[in-house]
Structures are given as C-alpha cells and as structure tokens.
C-alpha cells in the first residue's frame, strides 16, 4: 500500500515536472502559477523522501 502510495506521489511530482517544464517555454509564463507550482513540487519531494 505505500509503495502504490509512493507510486502516486512520484506521477505527481512527474506531471508538476511537465507542466512546469511546458509553461517556462511559453513565450509569455505564467511566473506566479510556475512559482506555486514548484512549491507542491518541493512539499512533494519532501512528502515523498519522509515516507522512505
């Protein structure tokens, strides 16, 4: 159960990963949502790595 937890929390990470990677690229970001963003990034890694 907590691997499939795990599991869930690295797509999470993954897609934020994505979705910050796609809206950097844009000719005009998005800096404020890019910035929320990379803070759910970080409370997941850390979410993640207090699990392991």
Known sequence: M???YLAAL???HANLESQINQEVHR???DELLIAQWK???LRLK???AGIR
């Open 39 to 41: 803070k759910e990034k």
């Open 46 to 48: 850390e979410v993640i």
């Open 10 to 12: 690295s797509e999470k």
């Open 27 to 29: 000719p005009l970001p």
């Open 2 to 4: 907590v691997d499939t």
